[in-house]
């Protein structure tokens, strides 16, 4: 991943005072027309990271199984971090997801 795109990335959001890693994907900037993913804070019991975005900017996103399914995980990093959940999904489903939401169609 490249620079550009860090800087690109920093400019989405306010960004803690540390340096993106440049490893994980930035999330586009929401459409105007993107659909809102139905958002609850019941965390599952125990899951499996599959994909995550960069940390780098004020919230990130991760792809997680968990018993056969799969959620997204919203991380809001405030002083105590805000955690969300949207799914569970079917696999091809929660990748469909996924994808919306790292190209700005999903929320
Ligand atoms: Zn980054």
Request: charged share 20%.
């Amino acid at each position: 991943m490249s620079d550009e795109q860090c800087v690109q990335a920093a400019d989405l959001s306010d960004s803690p005072d540390w340096e993106c890693p440049a490893v994980s994907p930035h999330p586009a900037r929401a459409r105007a027309n993107h659909t809102v993913l139905a958002w609850t804070a019941l965390a599952p019991e125990r899951s499996r990271v599959q994909e995550f975005t960069c940390a780098c900017t004020a919230v990130y996103y991760e792809l997680i199984a968990h018993s056969g399914a799969y959620l997204i995980h919203k991380v809001t990093q405030l002083d105590t971090p805000v955690h969300a959940f949207a799914g569970p999904w079917p696999h091809a489903e929660a990748r469909r997801w996924w994808s919306l939401l790292i190209v700005g169609d999903a929320r």
